[in-house]
């Protein structure tokens, strides 16, 4: 028997939205000093030798605590699989195995010597999911039953309730600029490109948009403006997400190693990195203010991402590359539009204007760390779902190299933009007051 739900089905978009604020409001309810004013003990993870491992970390308190964080979270995913009328079966039984794998990421990295070496959660959950993916078969029903992007949009939404709008407001306007500027220069730069490399035009212009706008969404928005291809979506979603992968890691060296502040890495990772997701991570790797920043620049482009889409769209039309019937409206717009961002930009408004600043210190550390562990969940996902073969293929090569040229303009190009907007024109003071 089917346990797919035949009455209700949410986008996951306004999944990501709703059960964000679920949890938003039983962390209000539960922790604030006008509510409930309870205490929730989150587990450690924190060790620096054998003795802290099983004396703190794998005691049977802190085990009864990450139980209960499995039961708590299995049930948010079995919400998620019934709002959006995916394959709930599947995704209930890879569950499991999923958060297994991520809490043993958040083990090893918990220890101290992983710790210095600034090595997160999310990458040994990236290098499981990849291993395990790309060594051994995966089932169909593992990979119908993964949820990574779902995860990424409520962890973000989450992400937003520790935003306060005093500082979106100061530095988004430079964030937006940053994006208009990175998203004609880059876009057009890859589209000249692929057109070079012979790469048909469905494709490129699908490239283009993940590499200058917002990786996956974009691809997924473009993919639609146009009627793309299904197959190259596919490709292009994967290239995507692989290239995510080293440069989570390679970005934040990169920064600390040139000594950028926390304002410059954080303009630089959200522009330049091609997942919400990985960006975030990103941030977080290098420091608060740092993920704070990339969030605020990755949302603008993600504002950007409608407009783009539809502006796509008419071109396609105009110059007879696409067959639809219907004119493209305004509609194209909210439809492409992702609705996560405003998920986490009303968790913003609301954390920063309505709730008191002493609910806002009372919820801070717990949602900050849902939001961290529904992230550390999708990157688990991703690698799980990533595999390397379709990218080096011969079929896909040329679009492989210009993939990764654009990404690598992207990357000067978003770094020089950053530098002058933020700190040559000041955009990011108000992160430092």
Same mark, same amino acid.
């Given at each position: 028997?089917?346990?797919?739900?035949?009455?209700?089905?949410?986008?996951?978009?306004?999944?990501?939205?709703?059960?964000?604020? =679920?949890?938003?409001? =039983?962390?209000?309810?539960?922790?604030?000093?006008?509510?409930?004013?309870?205490?929730?003990?989150?587990?450690?993870?924190?060790?620096?030798?054998?003795?802290?491992?099983?004396?703190?970390?794998?005691?049977?308190?802190?085990?009864?605590?990450?139980? !209960?964080?499995?039961?708590?979270?299995?049930?948010?995913?079995?919400?998620?699989?019934?709002?959006?009328?995916?394959?709930?079966?599947?995704? @209930?039984?890879?569950?499991?195995?999923?958060?297994?794998?991520? !809490?043993?990421?958040?083990?090893?990295?918990?220890?101290?010597?992983?710790?210095?070496?600034?090595?997160?959660?999310?990458?040994?959950?990236?290098?499981?999911?990849?291993?395990?993916?790309?060594?051994?078969?995966?089932? /169909?029903?593992?990979?119908?039953?993964?949820?990574?992007?779902?995860?990424?949009?409520?962890?973000?939404?989450?992400?937003?309730?520790? =935003? @306060?709008?005093?500082?979106?407001?100061?530095?988004?306007?430079?964030?937006?600029?940053?994006?208009?500027?990175?998203?004609?220069?880059?876009?057009?730069?890859?589209?000249?490109?692929?057109?070079?490399?012979?790469?048909?035009?469905?494709?490129?212009?699908?490239?283009?948009?993940?590499?200058?706008?917002?990786?996956?969404?974009?691809? *997924?928005?473009?993919?639609?403006?146009?009627?793309?291809?299904?197959?190259?979506?596919?490709?292009?979603?994967?290239?995507?997400?692989?290239?995510?992968?080293?440069? !989570?890691?390679?970005?934040?060296?990169?920064?600390?190693?040139?000594?950028?502040?926390?304002?410059?890495?954080?303009?630089?990772?959200?522009?330049?990195?091609?997942?919400?997701?990985?960006?975030?991570?990103?941030?977080?790797?290098?420091?608060?203010?740092?993920? /704070?920043?990339?969030? !605020?620049?990755?949302?603008? /482009?993600?504002?950007?991402?409608?407009?783009?889409?539809?502006?796509?769209?008419?071109?396609?039309?105009?110059?007879? +590359?696409?067959?639809?019937?219907?004119?493209?409206?305004?509609?194209? *717009?909210?439809?492409?539009?992702?609705?996560?961002?405003?998920?986490?930009?009303?968790?913003?408004?609301?954390?920063?204007?309505?709730?008191?600043?002493?609910?806002?210190?009372?919820?801070?550390?717990?949602?900050?760390?849902?939001?961290?562990?529904?992230?550390? @969940?999708?990157?688990?996902?991703?690698?799980?779902?990533?595999?390397?073969?379709?990218?080096?293929?011969?079929?896909?090569?040329?679009?492989?190299?210009?993939?990764? =040229?654009? +990404?690598?303009?992207?990357?000067?190009?978003?770094?020089?933009?950053?530098?002058?907007?933020?700190?040559?024109?000041?955009?990011?003071?108000?992160?430092?007051?």
């Amino acid at each position: 028997m089917s346990m797919k739900s035949k009455k209700l089905q949410l986008t996951e978009d306004w999944t990501a939205n709703l059960l964000g604020f =679920i949890i938003i409001f =039983i962390a209000v309810f539960m922790l604030s000093p006008h509510f409930g004013n309870m205490s929730i003990k989150w587990p450690t993870f924190k060790w620096d030798s054998a003795e802290t491992l099983t004396g703190k970390v794998l005691s049977l308190n802190n085990l009864g605590k990450i139980g !209960i964080l499995f039961i708590v979270f299995y049930i948010f995913t079995a919400l998620a699989g019934i709002f959006t009328n995916k394959p709930l079966k599947n995704m @209930l039984k890879i569950y499991p195995a999923v958060f297994v794998l991520t !809490i043993l990421a958040c083990i090893i990295s918990g220890n101290h010597y992983m710790d210095t070496w600034g090595l997160e959660t999310v990458i040994f959950c990236l290098l499981f999911g990849l291993i395990i993916s790309n060594f051994f078969k995966m089932p /169909q029903w593992v990979k119908d039953g993964l949820t990574s992007e779902l995860f990424v949009k409520i962890g973000l939404v989450l992400l937003g309730a520790g =935003i @306060l709008f005093k500082s979106m407001m100061e530095a988004g306007v430079y964030g937006l600029v940053q994006a208009i500027v990175v998203i004609l220069v880059v876009w057009n730069f890859c589209f000249w490109l692929s057109k070079k490399m012979g790469v048909d035009r469905d494709l490129g212009v699908m490239l283009s948009s993940a590499v200058s706008i917002c990786g996956v969404s974009a691809a *997924i928005a473009t993919s639609g403006a146009i009627k793309g291809d299904k197959v190259k979506l596919s490709y292009v979603i994967s290239l995507v997400l692989v290239v995510a992968v080293p440069m !989570i890691i390679l970005l934040p060296l990169i920064a600390r190693w040139l000594g950028f502040s926390e304002v410059l890495a954080g303009a630089w990772f959200g522009g330049t990195i091609d997942t919400t997701g990985a960006v975030a991570a990103s941030g977080d790797f290098y420091g608060d203010i740092a993920e /704070q920043v990339a969030m !605020i620049v990755k949302s603008s /482009q993600n504002v950007l991402l409608g407009i783009a889409a539809f502006v796509i769209s008419i071109y396609w039309s105009i110059t007879g +590359q696409s067959d639809r019937e219907e004119k493209p409206t305004a509609r194209v *717009i909210w439809d492409r539009f992702p609705k996560f961002v405003l998920g986490f930009v009303a968790a913003s408004l609301i954390f920063s204007f309505i709730f008191s600043g002493e609910t806002v210190g009372a919820t801070k550390g717990v949602l900050k760390s849902a939001q961290k562990l529904w992230f550390a @969940l999708a990157f688990t996902s991703i690698g799980l779902e990533t595999n390397f073969k379709q990218l080096i293929s011969k079929t896909n090569r040329k679009a492989t190299y210009t993939f990764l =040229i654009a +990404q690598l303009f992207n990357i000067f190009v978003t770094l020089l933009v950053a530098w002058l907007l933020f700190e040559v024109m000041g955009g990011g003071d108000s992160f430092l007051e």
